[in-house]
């Protein structure tokens, strides 16, 4: 039963990964018992286990995730974010208050207005209804200042690195704030804009050279240059 | 008397010098467009055609949205300098006619199903055209869908054979298509052996149908590996770039 690609090679749509008994991670499919890409992506091969990264697409909403958006409308009782994905989220009026309150339509601007960015965390989504959000919890809410860099959602998994260890590194040696939305926007807060802007330069390169290994021993002596010069 | 170009000489080749099986040389490349979520460029003799693909993304107006699977939208166009005659930039009704025939032709292909009350746009527009223009556009369309990270069964080839002459021969240029006596585009899905578009102008045997089939598969691997490598080469450039610098 063979694997027919090699560990951290591209795939194409269309392209046959495996035949067999193998656990399978990622966008494929099955076809007369071969395992199929779906997608553009990279496979990392470990044993019988493979897994497709992928290299470009869309945000889709998951219950759970952390998302910075952006105000576009003002409702009767809720605001309409723009989460950089194909579903438009909604931002219930109950969502935000954790007392039962009324407020007026006008209220509501005073409160979140069109053009405010938000952490907030999705609650639910079933791809038949928009995306509900919260911003209930802690370290949700409007964003109040930071720099905002938006990159393919699909190379967020980079930026924080296996088990954090890159965003680790990040905050470590430019002492900055970094929240990351699941959506590919990360936003930066640091009193200082040179730290500020280098860490928007080391998230491009990031996500550039997402696809290539050694990634984070690349980032820290990027950024260790760059510190001295 | 009405002139009609000698399109097969006495040795048997074609008009440009090409043997009847032989393709004109092409290129193509993926993610040309910075602001396009998938683009690509295909060039196959004087053809020019340029592919951009935006979506999933949230239906406008929202009526056309389906419940249960992803809109598949496309414009084929074609510049009005495209063409000897400068053409009017209104879709003609060959234009009309041929957006749906190549949305068909990438239809079976795409994993709609994953995207529910979105569209996908495919935007084809013709930079120059020397004929197979629509093989162009539809080789081109799904490069620039798998760059754009949409979920495909697998990438659509597409080329067309012709009979000129008497004589059956793959990949007709412009004057070919012209005062040739048919016209046979062909798309496939080349790895799972799937035909998504079979149209005929003109008249065929049933064995020059089989026959043409063939020609038409054999160029259409040839396409398909020139639209893998398309996609693979720009991630293996930066790789190349990275591991240069160390």
Redesign the interface.
């Known amino acids: 039963m063979p694997i027919y690609v090699s560990n951290r090679q591209?795939i194409?749509?269309?392209?046959?990964i495996a035949e067999g008994n193998y656990n399978i991670d990622g966008?494929f499919?099955i076809?007369q018992r071969k395992f199929?890409s779906?997608?553009?992506g990279l496979v990392e091969v470990e044993g019988n286990n493979i897994k497709i990264i992928?290299?470009?697409?869309?945000y889709?909403p998951n219950i759970g995730d952390v998302v910075i958006g952006k105000v576009i409308d003002i409702g009767m009782t809720n605001w309409t974010i723009d989460i950089n994905s194909?579903?438009?989220a909604i931002l219930q009026v109950t969502e935000v208050f954790s007392k039962p309150t009324s407020v007026s339509r006008s209220a509501l601007s005073e409160i979140l207005n069109v053009g405010d960015l938000v952490v907030a965390k999705v609650i639910a989504f079933d791809?038949?209804r928009d995306p509900l959000l919260t911003i209930k919890e802690a370290r949700l809410g409007k964003v109040t200042k930071g720099t905002l860099v938006e990159i393919t959602p699909?190379r967020v998994p980079r930026v924080i690195g296996k088990k954090g260890s890159m965003i680790k590194m990040l905050k470590e040696i430019l002492k900055v704030e970094i929240i990351v939305g699941k959506n590919g926007r990360i936003l930066i807060i640091s009193d200082d804009p040179e730290r500020s802007s280098l860490a928007v330069l080391a998230i491009k390169k990031i996500e550039?050279?997402a696809?290539?290994s050694g990634l984070t021993d690349?980032v820290r002596n990027f950024i260790m240059n760059k510190l001295r010069g | 008397m009405l002139f009609l170009p000698k399109l097969i000489n006495e040795e048997g080749l074609r008009i440009d010098g090409r043997r009847p099986e032989e393709m004109r040389k092409f290129r193509i490349e993926a993610g040309v467009l910075k602001n396009a979520?998938?683009s690509a460029y295909m060039e196959i003799g004087g053809t020019k055609v340029i592919v951009a693909v935006y979506?999933?993304?949230?239906a406008h107006p929202k009526h056309i949205a389906l419940?249960d699977k992803s809109v598949l939208r496309c414009r084929y166009s074609m510049l009005s300098f495209s063409v000897a005659e400068r053409k009017s930039p209104s879709p003609s009704r060959r234009e009309i006619e041929l957006s749906k025939v190549i949305r068909e032709a990438l239809e079976p292909?795409i994993?709609l199903e994953e995207?529910?009350?979105?569209v996908i746009d495919v935007y084809a527009e013709v930079l120059e055209a020397d004929g197979g223009t629509r093989t162009a556009s539809i080789t081109a369309a799904s490069v620039a869908l798998?760059?754009?990270?949409?979920?495909?069964?697998?990438?659509v080839a597409a080329i067309a054979v012709g009979k000129v002459e008497g004589t059956l021969v793959v990949d007709l240029n412009g004057v070919e298509d012209q005062y040739g006596e048919g016209d046979m585009p062909v798309a496939m899905?080349?790895?799972?052996g799937l035909i998504t578009l079979l149209q005929a102008d003109g008249i065929f045997s049933s064995e020059e149908l089989d026959k043409g089939l063939l020609m038409a598969k054999q160029a259409i691997y040839r396409v398909y590996e020139a639209?893998?490598k398309a996609?693979?080469r720009r991630?293996?450039e930066?790789?190349k770039e990275?591991?240069g610098a160390?």
């Not at chain 1, 992928?54 to 869309?58: A, D, E, F, N, Y």
């Not at chain 2, 899905?189 to 799972?192: A, E, Y």
Request: no cysteine.
């Open positions: 591209i194409v749509p269309g392209e046959v966008d499919y076809y199929f779906k997608i553009i992928p290299l470009k697409g869309k889709i194909p579903y438009q791809f038949s699909t550039r050279e696809h290539i690349r | 979520d998938g979506g999933p993304r949230e419940p292909a994993f995207f529910p009350r979105t798998a760059d754009a990270g949409i979920p495909l069964r697998d990438l899905m080349p790895k799972l639209q893998k996609l693979k991630y293996l930066i790789a990275v591991s160390e």
